[in-house]
């Protein structure tokens, strides 16, 4: 395997030692971080020795795919999310959307198909807008249907799944009516004090320049660290489930489902490539795969935790299983009607 | 982790995006068409380090006091970040292949083949045209395809290609089984060009069932494993 054994990049600017100033301090964090890298790079062969097992070697390597390949969707969200926390006035929004919950939260869930990304991007955007006075109802159906209705996701769909179109239509609808339903469940049973408010005060900062930089200076840091979270339990599981169980869970339509929509949970597949996993599935009936592809999106391992990371710990436990159990019912009932 | 650590791991963090972004080492862990955004997400995360320290020392010299106990999941960030550095794991090979069932599936047409004596061909096309045509394609000319090499339990060897769409935890194996003049000594994860030709012969993955079709084999040459170890034209 090919190695890297230059130095870690720009390692000069991260010996920021202990200030000056407060020179009895205990051990604050530069320093912690100074001596974590160092030692890991002493430590490099043996690390290297315990890796080198194939079994942790491909674990490493989807783990590290999974964090690689999510970064720049979440960088992409927390930019947006930043800029709405900033530069857009709440006003807005009150102008944007219907003024009845129950109105807003189509509007919202139809309105996640300008998002063009995949699920990382959507839980930082959704936070901005529940911080900028958007009725948690409809920023809920924003984060539950941007993932999986935006124009880039639909298009891969059409990819994977050739001539038959009833798929992408039975994605579309399936998941816009699971946000929609989420929505609508939210404004009637959901309590504001299961949603923790983001701890950070988004207006800290004398310029709007540094009140950008440092939202999105703190959600890559919170959002990023859930992320890797999400991506260790993605790769263990991945590693450790066996692989020939799908086939004996193929035979039964109901266990089908289920065992289709408990993948998707755990996979944690990106929303723009998990339509040709969904496609290479073929012992699973149409249905089956149409679960895979709307359970997917809303709800997984990396956005739990990410979710649990935005909205607080209540709040995930809440949802998250809410969420699932509706995504399988609409999406049965739209596959059998539509596929 | 304050803000000056927390602007510390950004920077890294941008910086091994960057370096990934900038050689070959992003082909191992996600598709070629995520470079672009590789390389402007690690130089966001670089300017927010930037800025970060930038503000920081403003508000010191405004204030002088700076407790600002940041996220403590952050200090997972540096999970993947050593992983990159340190150890940059190799792209997935033989150990996956083996776990997971092959992934071919019927193709819409058959194109033509393409000019020369032997035909090239990729694992994903051979597979699909001797698993789906029975050959019929092949017009029994011989062929030569490269991909890296599997032994199952038994010993027997796969000539396999990982097929990925969007990152490497959605890669999947083509498998193609080998018989015929193979060389003494197999090594997993070696990459071999095999010049040989089709044989009716199938078998099943016992992973899923699918079909893997044999190629009979007249000659292998070792090659160096080309620079995107995963095939990302099958279904795109």
């Known amino acids: 395997m090919a190695i890297t054994d230059d130095a870690p990049p720009g390692a000069g600017p991260r010996r920021t030692g202990p200030s000056p100033d407060h020179p009895g301090r205990r051990l604050n964090s530069p320093l912690v971080l100074t001596l974590a890298l160092l030692l890991a790079v002493l430590a490099q062969s043996p690390i290297r020795g315990l890796l080198g097992t194939p079994a942790m070697q491909s674990w490493m390597t989807v783990f590290v795919a999974v964090t690689v390949q999510a970064l720049p969707f979440l960088v992409l969200g927390v930019l947006l999310s930043a800029a709405i926390a900033v530069f857009v006035p709440a006003s807005f929004f009150a102008r944007a959307l219907p003024r009845r919950p129950a109105l807003a939260v189509p509007v919202a869930g139809l309105a996640g198909a300008v998002l063009p990304g995949c699920e990382c991007a959507s839980v930082p955007v959704a936070g901005a807008l529940v911080r900028r006075g958007v009725t948690p109802a409809a920023a809920l159906a924003f984060l539950l249907s941007a993932p999986a209705v935006n124009p880039v996701v639909l298009t891969a769909t059409a990819v994977a799944f050739p001539g038959q179109p009833e798929m992408v239509l039975a994605r579309f609808l399936a998941s816009l009516l699971v946000a929609c339903a989420m929505g609508w469940l939210w404004q009637r049973l959901g309590r504001a004090d299961w949603l923790r408010p983001p701890a950070h005060g988004t207006h800290e900062g004398a310029t709007k320049g540094e009140a950008f930089w440092g939202a999105v200076r703190h959600d890559v840091m919170h959002a990023g660290g859930f992320l890797v979270l999400g991506a260790t339990a993605a790769a263990t599981l991945k590693a450790a489930v066996p692989a020939d169980w799908l086939r004996t869970a193929a035979g039964s339509p109901l266990v089908a489902v289920l065992a289709l929509a408990a993948l998707a949970v755990l996979l944690s597949l990106c929303s723009e490539a998990d339509a040709f996993v969904a496609a290479s599935l073929t012992a699973f009936s149409p249905t089956a795969k149409l679960v895979f592809l709307v359970v997917g999106p809303m709800i997984d391992l990396k956005l739990f935790a990410m979710q649990a990371g935005t909205f607080g710990r209540a709040f995930a436990l809440r949802f998250a299983p809410a969420t699932f159990a509706l995504a399988v019912t609409g999406a049965v009932l739209t596959g059998t009607v539509l596929l | ?236």
Request: aromatic fraction near 8%.
């Open chain 2, 1 to 236: 982790m304050n803000r000056q650590a927390q602007a510390a791991v950004l920077f890294l963090l941008g910086a091994a995006l960057l370096h990934a972004g900038a050689t070959d080492l992003y082909l191992r862990y996600v598709k070629t068409g995520l470079r672009p955004l590789l390389l402007a997400s690690g130089a966001v995360l670089i300017a927010t380090a930037v800025a970060t320290a930038w503000y920081e020392r403003r508000r010191d010299r405004r204030s002088g006091s700076h407790e600002h106990p940041g996220p403590r999941v952050s200090w997972l960030l540096l999970l993947p970040l050593l992983a990159l550095i340190l150890s940059a794991p190799p792209a997935l090979g033989s150990y996956s292949a083996l776990r997971t069932g092959t992934a071919l599936q019927k193709p819409y047409a058959y194109g033509p083949l393409p000019a020369g004596d032997p035909v090239p061909l990729s694992v994903v096309e051979y597979a699909s045209r001797a698993a789906y045509d029975h050959g019929r394609s092949l017009h029994g000319r011989p062929v030569r395809v490269t991909g890296f090499l599997a032994l199952d339990r038994s010993g027997a060897p796969y000539l396999v290609r990982m097929a990925l769409n969007c990152c490497a935890a959605d890669a999947q194996p083509v498998k193609v089984a080998l018989t015929g003049d193979l060389p003494p000594v197999l090594r997993p994860d070696a990459w071999l060009e095999v010049t040989g030709t089709y044989t009716p012969r199938l078998t099943r993955d016992p992973v899923n069932d699918g079909p893997i079709p044999y190629l009979k084999v007249t000659s292998t040459r070792p090659v160096q494993a080309p620079r995107d170890p995963y095939d990302e034209t099958w279904n795109n």
